[in-house]
């Protein structure tokens, strides 16, 4: 998806002109991707932008880093400021906003411990990310031929910009097979998330989501604010290691992320999934996931952070 550029980049501390915000070739996050991110979006509310759930994203992104050993110079809450004072300077309503800690020039070699830690925060408008069609009528989604990281040989807590390759292969295959979406299994056939968002599958009015460590997928803040939701509206939301089968039989499927939102799935492998698409319990999740973003259901102000 092609980037609108805004004005400002924060670069360790300082905030940029877009187009000066760069670095050298030899940077060492680029050769071995030894670099952490996060994406967090910015809506748009009744006064003004407000960043959904910004100081839980940053202590991902922390969390992170100190799994890969980067030591960021940087802590919570000047991060925090950092991407408040971004977006003050943007002048956006609503972004999608990107925080990179990553090793920069200085050192090669596998020896990540001896590089300097460089941290940038940038944003940029992001519309749907799966199309506000997917998000309105639901995508078609394939399971990948392609496992995803077995937990032994890849940190799958971490939001490492190296394990995304994994991501990225079954993306292309998915987009080459006509679909809109991959989804990944564990190599013992369980499955596991989409190449950027969890997965959901609702069955006899049960919501059902994998466990996310065992099965190698991402702890991702829009499940969690999914799965309060969903408990909200009185639905059961169950952990439960899932088969490929189960996405066949399920009522409804759908996906969570920060920049996919909440989109429901209308077909797996080729497969109609359910009568409707959204499906009811999708549709009730969507709405009060929407209004919550845009500070328009008070349960979950404590969600915003508004940025006057
Ligand atoms: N799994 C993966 C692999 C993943 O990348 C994401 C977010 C999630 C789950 C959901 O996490 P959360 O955003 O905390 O609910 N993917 C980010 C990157 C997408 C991209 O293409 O870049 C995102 O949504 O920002």
């Known amino acids: 998806m092609p980037i609108t550029p805004t004005n400002k980049i924060w670069m360790d501390g300082e905030l940029v002109d877009w187009e000066d915000a760069k670095i050298h070739v030899l940077t060492h996050s680029l050769h071995y991707g030894t670099a952490v991110f996060e994406g967090i979006r910015a809506y748009e509310t009744a006064t003004g932008p407000a960043v959904f759930r910004l100081r839980d994203h940053i202590v991902r992104l922390l969390e992170s880093a100190h799994i890969l050993s980067l030591t960021s110079p940087f802590g919570v809450d000047e991060l925090v400021e950092g991407v408040r004072d971004t977006l003050r300077a943007s002048g956006l309503s609503a972004c999608y906003i990107r925080p990179l800690i990553y090793l920069g020039y200085g050192e090669m ?5 001896t590089a300097p ?28 031929s392609w496992a995803r990281h077995d937990p032994r ?25 006509g679909y809109d979406e991959a989804l990944m299994m564990t190599t013992d056939g369980y499955l ?7 997965l959901f599958l609702v069955r006899d009015g049960v919501i059902h989501t994998p466990p996310n460590s065992a099965v190698g997928a991402l702890k991702g803040i829009t499940s969690d604010s999914v799965t309060t939701i969903a408990r909200d509206l009185g639905f059961e939301v169950r952990d439960t290691l899932l088969r490929r089968p189960d996405l066949y039989l399920a009522d ?22 359910g009568k409707v698409t959204p499906g009811p319990i999708t549709k009730a999740i969507q709405d009060v996931y929407f209004a919550a973003v845009r500070g328009e259901d008070a349960r979950y102000e404590g969600w915003l952070d508004r940025v006057e």
């Open 192 to 198: 596991s998330e989409g190449s950027g968002e969890n």
């Open 117 to 144: 830690v460089n941290v940038s925060i940038s944003l940029w408008p992001w519309g749907a990310y799966l199309g506000d069609e997917g998000v309105a009528r639901g995508i078609r989604l394939k399971v990948s």
């Open 109 to 113: 070699g596998l020896n990540p411990l």
């Open 153 to 177: 040989a890849m940190p799958t807590a971490a939001k490492a910009t190296g394990m995304y390759l994994n991501s990225s292969l079954a993306k292309v295959e998915a987009l080459r097979g």
């Open 252 to 273: 409804e499927v759908f996906l969570t992320g920060t920049a996919a939102e909440v989109v429901p799935v209308a077909e797996v492998d080729d497969r109609r999934v």
